[in-house]
């Protein structure tokens, strides 16, 4: 199942390219309701191809088209909701460019998420070596079940954010205050 690691990363970062572009557009209700409708049928997917071959083969294969779905539906979604003319970004900037300019990015931020994943993996891996798949299994699900609100509640607070904040920092404007707004001050 190691061959569909490549796709999965390449399917993520697509993924993450489409959420970001529909953010900076500030396109949110697109973004919900292509979430939603993912969520939807990706669990349909696991659900009702687990009765018929409940295998990890088949987990890895839903959750693989789960990403290149979403990454889709995103895309599509940003398609149908910027118009032509918004679409026309004047000037073309070579990806070459682009790449030296913002090769910090990757510096810093691959490092982060290995770290993430790693730490967030960890006590998965022990439980599993300690006490078998089961319990590793009820971990992970009693954990994602409840991660779910503060996931929602932060990815939904950061997503309206951050490109306002951006805005606010390009327009050399006050920061704090949105960022205590935000918080909840």
Known sequence: LLFALA????LSAWLQVTEQWLIRHEQFSQLARVSIVQSLLVNAARAGLG???ATAAMLVAVTTVGFALNAGMNAA?????????????????????????????????????LLAAVSASLPILVLAGAFGPATAGFYALARSVLYMPVSLIGNSVSHV?????????????????LFLRAVGV
């Open 51 to 53: 009765l018929i071959s």
């Open 77 to 113: 979604a940003g398609r149908k909701a910027i118009s032509g003319s918004d679409r026309d970004l004047g000037e073309k900037v070579s990806l070459r460019r682009m790449a030296v300019d913002h090769r910090d990015f990757p510096l810093y931020r691959a490092p982060e998420m």
């Open 161 to 177: 954010f951050y490109p306002r904040f951006n805005r606010q920092l390009q327009d050399k404007a006050p920061l704090l205050p």
């Open 7 to 10: 796709l999965v990363v390449v």
